[in-house]
């Protein structure tokens, strides 16, 4: 799906200046945040696994029931100006993240290329590495799915332009078994 790319309201306002619908607009569908995080009782650390939210689309990368999220999933973190800057769990990856560090979209966000499939292509959605949803695994399996790639970009994500070698699209990553 394309969409013409908006005006670079991200470059000019804070996350509190944008409207409701640039607000949406800013997520990028990556499905990141949509991964369980585990947290360490004595360090308090936060750790990813590549074990998807009950409600994510592990292909589409979104959330199946996005208006009635909290009602099904209670601890689901709704984003906010505040919240994005309490939350030390984003992805650097992350489009709020990076608007609230002062920091330009990558080349692959659809607000940049126009294009909704380039979080896809650039391998950095979770499309093809979500190893299973949290109801279809015992939670004592959990711990066997820490990962460190949501808090990475795979090479050619982090560019500040699309990689000549990425004009066409890019292979999604295979899946690796088995989250927004
Ligand atoms: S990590 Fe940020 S940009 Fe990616 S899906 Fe979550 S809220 Fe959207
Ligand atoms: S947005 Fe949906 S899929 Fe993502 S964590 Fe919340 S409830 Fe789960």
Known sequence: MSSEPTETFWLSKSLEQMDPSE????????????LVKLQDEDTEAIAYTDIGCKLLDDDGCRCR??????????????????????LD????????????????????HHLVSGD??????????VRGKVAALEDDLPLEDFIEHLVRWPLRLPRGAAAKTRPARAAAPLKAPAR?????
């Open 23 to 34: 607000w949406e607009s800013l997520c990028d569908g990556c499905g990141r945040c949509c």
């Open 116 to 125: 909704r499939d380039t979080v896809h292509h650039a391998g950095v959605s």
């Open 176 to 180: 690796s078994g088995r989250p927004d």
């Open 89 to 108: 769990w984003l992805p650097p990856s992350c489009a709020y993240r990076l608007v609230e560090e002062g920091r330009d979209l990558y080349w692959w």
């Open 65 to 86: 029931d996005y208006p009635n999220r909290q009602a099904q999933v209670p601890d689901c973190v709704r984003l906010t100006p505040a919240t994005v800057r309490a």
